[in-house]
């Protein structure tokens, strides 16, 4: 069991901002910033500076959960590599080494919260989601 940072419909709505197009519970990674997103701010028309990024359908949400889950951290590596090297057709070398990075990353923010936290990205900054209680 590894804790991870994985998708969730969870906390949706709670900002005006907010998507979802990943899988429940699909491990999620950061994706690449955009040229206009990395100059703007996290409620700008990209959502680059504001989501996480599914593993498997390389799709965005905006709200994300710490959780357990049943996969090494080798094993979140070599998935996450196999998306990144069929996404960008890049060789398997670079792909690992990108998805160790990211991976490692992931692993390391989610042990600062609490299992069960919803997060959020705002631009660099992986912050608790305040879930108004109607949006539980």
């Not at 709200?63 to 080798?74: F, Y």
């Not at 990353?105 to 209680?133: C, D, H, K, M, W």
Request: proline letters at 3%.
């Amino acid at each position: 069991m590894t804790r991870y940072i994985v998708a969730t419909k969870e906390g949706q709505g709670a900002r005006p901002s907010d998507f979802s197009f990943c899988d429940r519970l699909e491990p999620v990674v950061f994706g690449f910033t955009c040229d206009t997103g990395g100059q703007s701010h996290a409620d700008g028309a990209c959502g680059c500076q504001r989501c996480f990024t599914g593993m498997d359908t390389r799709q965005g949400t905006t709200t994300a959960r710490v959780a357990e889950i049943d996969a090494t951290v080798d094993a979140l590596v070599k998935r996450h590599a196999d998306s990144l090297a069929d996404a960008w057709d890049l060789n398997e070398a670079t792909a690992l080494e990108m998805a160790r990075e990211d991976v490692t990353e992931i692993v390391r923010l989610a042990g600062r919260f609490p299992l069960g936290t919803v997060v959020e990205r705002r631009q660099n900054v992986i912050q608790s989601r305040i879930v108004p209680v109607s949006a539980r």
